[in-house]
């Protein structure tokens, strides 16, 4: 019976040891990980572009390969976008929306100064590199594309709420940002299409988006050409000459704006134009 008892005691001992260790075997990184699922009911949607044409303010310590600001979004203090937004990038990528709180929105804008002397890298931001703060309702359940962009110097956020009806079987919609800062900001731009063989989007002022266009599925790929308003001239020194993205071949049901993007005379800010993927 002492054995037993001895070996009943022993097994005890044993499980209490082992439930011990286990339980001190902590996960920190599980620990620390705290996932928050946003309820889309309850959400706001958003794109941001950034289309300023500007080269300054330049943070000198940048690893970047463009000249111009780099920048970190802030959303309520919540940082959104983990890599510099450059010139001519969005955030997120281009076919897919970012899902934050909706309601009353405090945005802000910063130079992406990073501390270089630590590794990994960390934002260390100075006095001045906030280039601008502004605060927008954002309702839920929309959709809204911020595009960061303005008459140089002046850096300023447009935004568009983004009404995502879907287009018929067979075909696709398109439509036009117009954030080309050309030496006269009152110049209107047309998308021409040589597929269609007519204007499918006319006269866009600066800061200005169109209305989506429906268009069938073409049968070839299409080129889209920029004109000024009354001139058949391209504007874009593109191959061929004048286009935006030539050889563009759209996805049934899917929709797509073309953003122009550029200043006369500023280095390497020449125009040109990008298609993004809305849905």
Request: glycine content about 6%; proline content about 6%.
């Amino acid at each position: 019976m002492k054995i037993i008892k001895i070996i009943a005691t022993l097994i005890c001992i044993s499980i209490i040891g082992i439930y011990s260790c286990k339980k001190k075997d902590k996960d920190l990184i599980e620990d620390n990980n705290k996932w928050v699922y946003l309820d889309s009911n309850a959400s706001t949607n958003i794109k941001i572009i950034q289309v300023f044409a500007g080269n300054t303010p330049q943070i000198p310590t940048a690893t970047n390969l463009t000249t111009g600001p780099q920048v970190f979004i802030y959303a309520n203090g919540q940082k959104l976008n983990g890599l510099a937004l450059s010139y001519g990038s969005p955030w997120p990528t281009t076919n897919v929306y970012g899902n934050i709180p909706s309601g009353l929105i405090k945005f802000d804008i910063i130079n992406a100064r990073m501390d270089l002397t630590v590794v990994p890298n960390v934002p260390k931001f100075l006095s001045g590199d906030t280039l601008a703060t502004f605060s927008s309702t954002l309702e839920k359940g929309k959709f809204y594309s911020l595009y960061i962009g303005d008459t140089v110097p002046a850096l300023k956020v447009t935004i568009k709420e983004d009404l995502l009806v879907d287009p018929k079987l067979e075909t696709y919609k398109i439509r036009f940002a117009n954030f080309s800062m050309n030496n006269n900001p009152t110049d209107t731009f047309s998308i021409f299409s040589r597929r269609e063989n007519n204007e499918i989007i006319t006269n866009i002022s600066h800061k200005e988006v169109s209305d989506w266009v429906q268009l069938p599925i073409p049968i070839l790929s299409d080129t889209f050409e920029l004109r000024k308003k009354g001139s058949t001239v391209n504007y874009l020194n593109a191959i061929p000459i004048g286009a935006v993205l030539p050889g563009f071949s759209p996805a049934p049901l899917r929709m797509y704006t073309i953003a122009v993007r550029g200043k006369t005379n500023v280095t390497a800010k020449t125009n040109s134009a990008t298609i993004y993927i809305n849905r």
